[in-house]
C-alpha cells in the first residue's frame, strides 16, 4: 500500500540539536511538502543503523562513523545530508588523573559508547605507543555524564556540546569551576583534520531511496527550510521546539542548544572532503576494507552546496575559541552574534 508517512528514527532521544527535525514538524514544513513524517526516540541507539537498514524504519539519523560501518555490516544505508558536525572527544574531570597527554589514560577506566568508540581508543593506544589492555574499556552507552560523575569510570567519548556541557553545570551546582571538565579531542588525537568522523547525519535506508526519491527530497527540502529559520531566528526557533517538545524546557537544554547551534549544518549538505577523510580513517581503523566507496549522495538536495571551507584546521581553530566564548559569555540565546565562515562549514550563521 502506496503511503505519504516516512518513518524517522532519531540517534538518541530528542535533544537541543534536532532542533530542525522538529521544527519541520511543529511549523508545518512536512505537511508543506506532501509528507507525513513520524519521528521516532530509539530505546538503544546502538540499534539506529540495523534497524534503518533492516527496511523496519524509512530513515532517520546516525553518525558518520556508524552509518559507514553499518554499510560496511551489508546494511543497505546511505546518507542523503547532514544534521551537524560536533567536536568529540574523551572528556575527563581534572583531579581524575588523566591530564592532556593520551598516556595518563593507562590503568584508567574509559566509558565508550558503542563498539567503534572502543575501536578508535585501540588505535590511538598504539599510536602513543601502549596497548589496548593498557585501559580498562567499559560501554556506557549514552550514559558517559552520570558514569563520570557515579565514579564508575575514569573518562569517557562524548560530544563537546551534550555531555561535556553536562558535566559543566553538575560542577557549577557544585561550586567547581567549569573549567574543570577537560576534553582530549579524537580528531587531534589522530590528526584526522577534522572533527566529522562523528557528524550527526540524515541516513535513509537504500531501497526505500530508490522506492522513495521524491519523497526524500521532500523530507530534506523540509529540514533545509527548519535550518534555514534556526539561523535566521534563533532564540525564537528555541522557543518554538520548547512548546513543541516539552522535554526540551530545561536549563541545561538551553545550554545544550547555544553550545550545538556553532556545530550546525547550514546547507544540510553532505561535505566529499569530510567523507573522504573519515573513510580513510575507518580503513585505518580496520572498520571498512581498502575497496569500500563512501556510503552518501548529495543527489536529494534541491538547492547547491556551499563552498568548502578554504582552511579546515583554521575553521576548526575558530569553531574551539567561539564554543569557548559560548561557555563563558552564553550564545544566541543571550544575543551573543554567531560566526560566520563559510556556508559549507557547520560553524556558520546569519544571527545577530
Not at 581508543?121 to 596497548?131: H, N, P, S, V
Not at 569500500?292 to 574551539?320: C, G, H, K, M, T
Not at 552564553?330 to 556556508?343: E, F, M, T, W, Y
Request: charged residues 25%.
Amino acid at each position: 500500500m502506496s503511503t505519504d508517512k516516512i518513518t524517522f528514527l532519531l540517534n538518541w532521544h530528542a535533544t537541543p540539536y534536532h532542533a530542525p527535525i522538529f521544527l519541520a514538524q511543529s511549523k508545518g514544513y512536512f505537511a508543506e511538502e506532501g509528507i507525513k513524517v513520524a519521528i521516532i526516540e530509539p530505546n538503544d541507539p546502538s540499534d539506529v543503523t540495523e534497524i534503518i537498514g533492516s527496511g523496519k524504519i524509512d530513515m532517520g539519523a546516525k553518525a558518520m562513523i556508524h552509518t559507514i560501518a553499518g554499510a560496511a555490516r551489508g546494511f543497505p544505508i546511505r546518507s542523503v545530508g547532514t544534521l551537524m558536525d560536533p567536536f568529540t572527544g574523551v572528556i575527563y574531570l581534572e583531579g581524575s588523573g588523566v591530564t592532556s597527554d593520551f598516556r595518563s589514560l593507562k590503568g584508567k577506566r574509559i566509558g565508550y559508547v558503542g563498539e567503534f568508540g572502543k575501536v578508535q581508543i585501540d588505535e590511538l593506544t598504539r599510536y602513543y605507543g601502549m596497548k589496548p589492555s593498557d585501559y580498562q574499556a567499559i560501554r556506557v552507552g549514552m550514559n558517559v555524564s552520570q558514569a563520570i560523575i557515579n565514579g564508575s569510570i575514569d573518562a569517557g567519548i562524548g560530544l563537546e556540546n551534550v555531555q561535556q556541557c553536562e558535566l559543566e553545570e553538575w560542577l557549577k551546582e557544585r561550586g567547581r569551576p567549569p573549567s574543570d571538565v577537560k576534553m582530549l579531542r579524537i580528531d587531534q588525537l589522530a590528526e584526522l583534520g577534522c572533527c566529522c568522523f562523528c557528524s550527526i547525519l540524515y541516513i535513509a535506508n537504500e531501497p526505500f531511496l530508490k522506492a522513495n526519491p521524491e519523497k526524500v527530497k521532500a523530507f530534506m527540502r523540509a529540514v533545509k527550510k527548519a535550518a534555514d529559520y534556526l539561523f535566521a531566528q534563533p532564540a525564537q526557533a528555541w522557543e518554538e521546539y520548547k512548546l513543541f517538545k516539552k522535554s526540551m524546557n530545561t536549563p541545561l537544554n538551553a545550554k545544550i542548544f547555544e553550545r550545538s547551534f556553532t556545530y550546525m549544518s547550514m546547507d544540510c549538505a553532505n561535505v566529499p572532503r569530510d567523507w573522504h577523510k573519515v573513510t580513510n580513517y575507518c580503513k585505518r581503523l580496520g572498520v571498512v576494507g581498502q575497496e569500500f566507496e563512501p556510503n552518501y549522495s548529495n543527489d536529494y538536495l534541491s538547492w547547491p552546496r556551499n563552498p568548502d571551507v578554504a582552511d579546515p584546521d583554521e575553521n576548526q581553530r575558530i569553531v574551539a575559541a567561539k564554543q569557548e566564548e559560548v561557555k563563558a559569555k552564553g550564545g544566541v540565546l543571550s544575543g551573543a552574534p554567531a560566526i560566520n565562515i563559510s556556508a559549507a562549514s557547520p560553524a556558520v550563521a546569519v544571527a545577530a
